[in-house]
């Protein structure tokens, strides 16, 4: 069954570092997103993504983090400068198309800024 | 305003046993989601139930939604160990991000 990838799965950074999370969402799908999980905590929505571009993004995405599809596969968040309260749990996720459908979670990515 | 607020925070219950979790929101949906998480790992769909839907079953699973009421239910039946993990209803109003609560936490003793 396909499924959403996502590397690393564990980031290690020092505060102000650029980190990019990687993300292979199903191939298919049209639709991708990034959230976070801070420790204990919700999952917050952080940036949803259709047609190369942002749909929508929350208060959390900030002028510090930016979204890109490089190539047909692969969907990035990248961090350009960390601080110690973006330590977290990041998930991508995909979706087919229509509002109705499914959004498939990646296994995620624990960032840890030191 | 908050959406996709479970109840219990915590059940702990017999294998064998079924489980209920319950799920309130406020805003209108277009759909509602339950996912499971395992501890410190990744979130597995569980069940989609549209907002036109009123009981939908997947093996052990059953969802129920009261669209009148803005709430929903998670069954588990005939519970097993291999259950324990954290269950999040996830809402999706009309603009397709979705929205989690807390979660609750499921422990199933053998």
């Known amino acids: 069954e396909p499924e959403v990838t996502q590397t690393p799965s564990h980031q290690v950074t020092q505060m102000g570092q650029e980190v990019i999370l990687r993300c292979v969402p199903i191939s298919n799908h049209l639709y991708f997103y990034w959230y976070r999980q801070i420790l204990g905590q919700k999952v917050e929505f952080l940036v949803s993504?259709?047609?190369?571009?942002?749909?929508?993004k929350s208060e959390i995405f900030d002028d510090q983090f930016s979204v890109e599809r490089p190539d047909g596969s692969n969907f990035t968040l990248k961090i350009r400068s960390t601080k110690l309260e973006d330590s977290a749990m990041y998930f991508c996720a995909s979706r087919l198309a229509g509002s109705t459908d499914t959004q498939y979670f990646g296994p995620g990515t624990r960032l840890t800024v030191l | 305003s908050q959406q996709g607020e479970e109840d219990p925070q915590a059940l702990s219950i017999q294998e064998g046993e079924n489980a209920t979790m319950n799920c309130s929101y406020k805003t209108s949906i277009n759909n509602l989601q339950w996912y499971r998480q395992n501890s410190g790992r990744g979130l597995v769909h569980l069940i989609l139930i549209r907002s036109n839907e009123r009981e939908k079953h997947s093996g052990r699973l059953r969802v129920t939604l009261d669209t009148s009421k803005k709430s929903s239910s998670l069954l588990i039946t005939a519970s097993r160990a291999a259950d324990t993990a954290s269950y999040f209803c996830a809402t999706d109003p009309l603009d397709s991000k979705l929205t989690f609560g807390k979660g609750i936490t499921l422990s199933v003793r053998p």
């Open positions: 993504f259709y047609n190369n571009e942002i749909s929508e």
